[in-house]
């Protein structure tokens, strides 16, 4: 079965200063991996997403991440927060169609310094 | 405007009682889903269908029972609801189950006393 592992809990940054999120994925084939953002109250947004093809993708609001196969890993990053970043964040793999559907990790919560 | 729509926004429910989520999407998505968030343990998967007249079991599965009798429709039914249940529920669709983008909902808060 496939799972996400994401191992911090909570962030926190300083406005202006860079970000990465970190996430780590276990799936027997090739992933359809996900990062989602939600602020508090609210749904999930979509940031990015990685199918195939070039390895570094550029997601709304500023976001990229980088698919490494060889550490599964799946990290968000941003050269520069702004204190409306701040929101819990998400990352998901999903099966590609299989049965396995879409499996998110338990979230790291972002805080901004001012 | 196109989406999920979810309801009711929240319910205080008692111990023993039924209670259906109701979940519609107006996208023709093919793949529907219902998860549960829950401090601390993040977004768990209780059931979802791949397409209309198909569902299937998620990760928590047990309490719950869903229905996909049409593609915009997707309740989540809790025969008899517990305490255990209260949570924070969100429907999502997606055109292929796991390979392209979730939309959610904005979520139903149930509070089971």
């Known amino acids: ?114 | 405007i196109a989406g999920i729509t979810q309801a009711p926004t929240s319910q205080i429910l008692a111990a023993g009682r039924r209670m259906t989520l109701r979940c519609t999407q107006d996208m023709r998505h093919n793949a529907m889903y219902w998860y549960r968030q829950d401090l601390g343990l993040g977004l768990r998967l209780i059931h979802y269908s791949n397409t209309a007249g198909t569902t299937g079991k998620g990760e928590v599965p047990d309490g719950y029972s869903v229905s996909r009798a049409n593609t915009d429709d997707f309740p989540l039914t809790l025969a008899s609801a517990v305490p255990s249940q209260t949570s924070v529920y969100f429907c999502a669709s997606s055109e292929i189950q796991g390979a392209t983008e979730a939309f959610f909902g904005q979520g139903t808060r149930l509070t089971v006393v």
């Open chain 1, 1 to 114: 079965a496939q799972s996400v592992t994401q191992p911090d809990i909570h962030i926190t940054v300083s406005e202006g200063a860079s970000l990465e999120l970190r996430c780590n994925y276990s799936y027997g084939a090739t992933p359809y991996l996900f990062w989602y953002v939600q602020s508090p109250g609210q749904g999930l947004q979509l940031l990015l997403k990685y199918f195939s093809g070039d390895t570094l993708v550029q997601g709304i609001k500023g976001f990229e991440a980088e698919f490494k196969r060889s550490q599964s890993s799946f990290n968000l990053r941003k050269p520069s927060v702004h204190w409306s970043d701040a929101a819990e964040y998400f990352c998901a793999v999903g099966s590609g169609g299989g049965a396995d559907g879409l499996t998110f990790g338990k979230g790291t919560h972002l805080i901004i310094q001012p």
